[in-house]
């Protein structure tokens, strides 16, 4: 216990490291393997903000109706004009409330 503390405080890292040590240390001598991390290995999502065209789009589409805007109308735009742009199938469901996070990120953006 002592040898994996003061290997730890070598480090710069606290208790709980020292006991992942004594753990790896058992399960290599039970001849397992460490477990690996899986740190940094979570699902990449790309999202249609990161695009820039479809950004301008939709900023000119808000721009131009910003005094008649409706959710419907908007989710419509987009499915028939901005998704076919990107090959995206216009059959493709869109729920209003993602549209509805989708403007409000917009605008903390802008």
Not at 45 to 66: A, G, M, P, T
Request: hydrophobic share 45%; aromatic share 18%.
């Amino acid at each position: 216990m002592e040898a994996s503390l003061f290997v730890a405080q070598q480090l710069g890292k606290n208790k709980y490291f020292a006991r992942q040590l004594r753990e790896w240390t058992c399960m290599l001598t039970q001849k397992q393997e460490i477990p690996i991390s899986m740190r940094g290995k979570h699902v990449k999502v790309k999202s249609f903000l990161d695009d820039e065209d479809i950004r301008h789009e939709i900023i000119n589409y808000l721009r131009i109706n910003k005094f008649e805007f409706y959710l419907s109308d908007f989710v419509n735009y987009v499915s028939n004009f901005i998704f076919p742009k990107l090959g995206i199938n216009r059959e493709t469901k869109i729920a209003y409330v993602i549209f509805y996070l989708f403007i409000i990120i917009l605008f903390k953006i802008y």
